[in-house]
């Protein structure tokens, strides 16, 4: 069945499945599903693979990801059904499964139509391509037909992804009533500032203000021409260092995209000072901890450069969602396309709850002990850590 699950794990992470229907029962139960077919699914602009368990009277769905999806198929063909007729965007295969659980996979020509999964893919955009857009048109990332340039493809991934982050967190800034205040740290050419801007403002219609900060006077100054141009009244760009901003007292959502190294901290930092209901931030380049790092029992990870860097970057991003879970926030890592889009990183989503969950003091404490660091970010919440660290 190996091969059963490399095929699946094929077209489900390409993207290529058109549909699957899964039927001959090993068994005949009268109460039981008849068959189950599974189809891709955009579900709050993220892929899902919906299951339909088709019974005599009835049919009830569940949408799983990517991964779950493959488990689920390979726990229906293992435990329930002979068959499984798989049609994606290159060919056709028919699972076909033995008694002694062997399975034969015929592959054949496609005999379905791209179209219906390309319609999909359009439709999670949250900016559609083929609709001239001002912003992304004045940055060069579309046509004024609206066509994203082929060069600029993968900044419209981006840029759709970031917003889609976005959207998820949306309920915790709604229902205010009130002018959302957000800072950009780091915000360099601003593409994603620019698109939370029309984000938030034309498709979601709330009142914002949203200040850009970078060191680079001369990107700031390209970046108020541009916010100008465009009529984005309360949209600013100022040049400032992240550690040192002042001029707010409060700021409902911080943002900090590939700021460099402890850059990211003061971001973090500066966010759990306002209190803000959430941040976003996209580590880059850690080099705090690299120097520090040590336990005799990780040696073998330790003795190779290129191993300890990512290990280093592993261990300051665990770190900082840590440090702010004690903050009171509940913290996700979720996998974000890097601005050159080779390697994917990693996005801190934080979310203000209030709540510093059972064990998230001891689990730090022990880890710190562990690789024997002194993190800006510990350094910098002294302060507001004193406290919890001793109840
Ligand atoms: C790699 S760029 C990222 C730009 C943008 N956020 C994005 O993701 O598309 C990083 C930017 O952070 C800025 N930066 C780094 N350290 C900073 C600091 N301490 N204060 C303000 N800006 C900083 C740099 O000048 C640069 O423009």
Partial sequence: MENVRELLEQIIGNEILIDVVLSNLRKKDPEGFQKVSVRPVILKGERQYQFTYHYEKKVTHENLGSREAVGKAMELLENYFKQGQCFTVDADYQILISKKMKAAILKKKATKQQEDLSHNRKKQYIIPENVPNPFLIRLGVMNEKGKVLANKYDKFRQI?????????????????????????????????????????????KLKVNIIGLDLKKDVVNHCNGVAQELGY?????????????????????????????????AALVKAIEWNADVILSVPCCQHELLPQIHNDIMAPMEKHGIIKERLSSLITDSVRANLLELMGYSAQMLEFIDMEHTPKNLLIRAVKTGRIPAHAVEEYKRFKTFWQIDPYMERALAEKLKGIFQE
């Fill in 160 to 204: 759709n992804r970031f917003l889609e982050m976005v959207a998820d967190v949306m309920p915790a800034l709604e229902g205010k009533n009130e002018t959302l205040h957000i800072i950009d740290f780091g915000c360099g050419k601003s593409y994603l500032t620019f698109a939370l801007y029309h984000y938030l403002i034309d498709i979601r």
């Fill in 233 to 265: 009244e309360d949209l600013r760009f100022l040049v400032g260092d992240i550690g040192k901003f002042q001029g707010r007292e409060k700021v409902n959502m911080v943002v900090s995209l590939h700021a460099c190294d402890t850059a990211t901290d």
